[in-house]
């Protein structure tokens, strides 16, 4: 007979502490979960009673729904044991609360709506594009997750090598979409761990080169010539300040207002994650913003005045659509610009939060420091500045051998 039993599972917990509470049903020594859609923190759960803490506040009505669930589950495993002795744990679950679908597409297509839901374009036109490039492999809208082997896998990286010329880090970021929803699809007991494919799979990568300014380069390039007023002055002048300002990313220095300027900080959302930063400007940074500075402001109006003004910000799509139409019209100038300096690194704006890094870290700044500056969300994004600074010490000491 299948025992049922409610549980905390701990081995679910978030990174806030919290944990989900499942039915479990055991039969034969196999295990299956049901979700309540409950999430607790661990001190809110008594383990002992097996039952929500009275100091929750609502402790009495999600108690009660837990009861319920579990004499309604108790009745419905009895009924249906009694049927057929020989249904496993399994089988169970889906007869009591129907079988969850499992195409992976679904699944997939539902995740890019919740970044859209979210604001967050980049990420869903990124995801949506690895989507379809999976869909024209398959042939076909329907893809259960069972059919995600590491053969699959395997094959399929063959395909987006040898028939679409995708490189071995492009491959990985398809990948890496790819096992996060087996990973999402995992947590909310949609699939089994068993029929993660990523187990015996292993994504690969490819060492890049981090292209960066030399303090000699950046001041040769604020050294180049442009006609004033002209919009190569202005990304000139964007580059230069983001290089000092912390490597501000182009989309949080082109969304700069002058109401997140108090003369000495800026105080802006990072645009990317959302969180909040303060940066104290170095003087080379003040300096170039009050080029841009009329005598009776716009408080509203952007700093650096690429954007139209009247820009809905409310609205992600034509900010997203503003700001790479923008990006790429800084890149095609930066380019000019890099040749007018003599220089042979290929220059995009993205190059100027690389240089902030490593001047950072060459000047002392601890890498925590370097990493919060650089709004990133976990100082190991940080640490391949501290490598290449590292690797230049490196071929510094080694003159000593000559």
């Not at 002992?48 to 729904?65: D, V």
């Not at 949506?128 to 024209?136: P, V």
């Not at 400007?281 to 650096?304: E, G, M, R, S």
């Amino acid at each position: 007979m299948p025992s049922v039993s409610i549980i905390y599972r701990k081995d679910k917990l978030n990174k806030k502490g919290e944990a989900p509470i499942h039915f479990r049903i055991i039969k034969d020594r196999k295990i299956s979960y049901i979700a309540s859609s409950i999430i607790l923190p661990e001190g809110s759960w008594d383990f002992k009673n097996k039952k929500i803490k009275s100091k929750h506040p609502n402790s009495p009505r999600l108690n009660s729904f837990l009861a319920n669930k579990f004499t309604e589950l108790q009745d419905q495993v009895f009924e249906h044991e009694t049927l057929t002795k020989s249904s496993t744990t399994k089988q169970l679950k889906e007869k009591i609360y129907g079988k969850k679908p499992t195409d992976f597409f679904v699944f997939a297509d539902e995740a890019c709506e919740n970044y859209l839901q979210e604001n967050k374009i980049g990420t869903y036109d990124k995801n949506k594009s690895i989507l379809q490039k999976l869909k024209d492999y398959h042939q076909s809208n329907k893809l259960d997750f069972q059919d995600i082997t590491p053969v699959y896998l395997s094959k399929y990286e063959k395909y987006l090598r040898n028939t679409l010329g995708n490189k071995t880090n492009t491959i990985h970021n398809s990948m890496k979409f790819i096992r996060k929803l087996f990973n999402d699809a995992y947590k909310i007991d949609l699939i089994e761990a068993s029929q993660d494919p990523f187990r015996k799979y292993t994504l690969k990568t490819e060492k890049t080169q981090r292209n960066f300014l030399t303090e000699e380069e950046l001041a040769g390039l604020a050294d180049v010539l442009t006609e004033k007023g002209s919009r190569l002055e202005l990304h000139k002048d964007m580059f230069i300040f983001a290089a000092y300002a912390g490597g501000l990313r182009v989309s949080d220095t082109l969304l700069l207002k002058w109401q997140y300027f108090d003369g000495l900080y800026i105080n802006f959302t990072i645009q990317k994650t959302g969180n909040q930063l303060s940066i104290k400007l170095p003087n080379t940074a003040i300096d170039i913003i009050n080029k841009y500075k009329l005598k009776q402001p716009n408080k509203q109006a952007f700093i650096f005045p690429m954007l139209p003004n009247e820009l809905d910000l409310k609205d992600a799509r034509e900010v997203d659509s503003a700001i790479s139409s923008s990006t790429a019209y800084i890149n095609k100038n930066l380019k000019i610009l890099a040749q007018k300096a003599g220089l042979e690194k290929p220059l995009s704006f993205h190059i100027s939060r690389h240089t902030w890094a490593t001047r950072a870290l060459r000047k002392g700044i601890s890498i925590d420091k370097v990493s919060k500056l650089m709004g990133h969300a976990a100082i190991k994004e940080t640490q391949i500045y501290a490598k290449i600074v590292n690797e230049e010490l490196d071929k510094a000491m080694d003159a000593f051998n000559d």
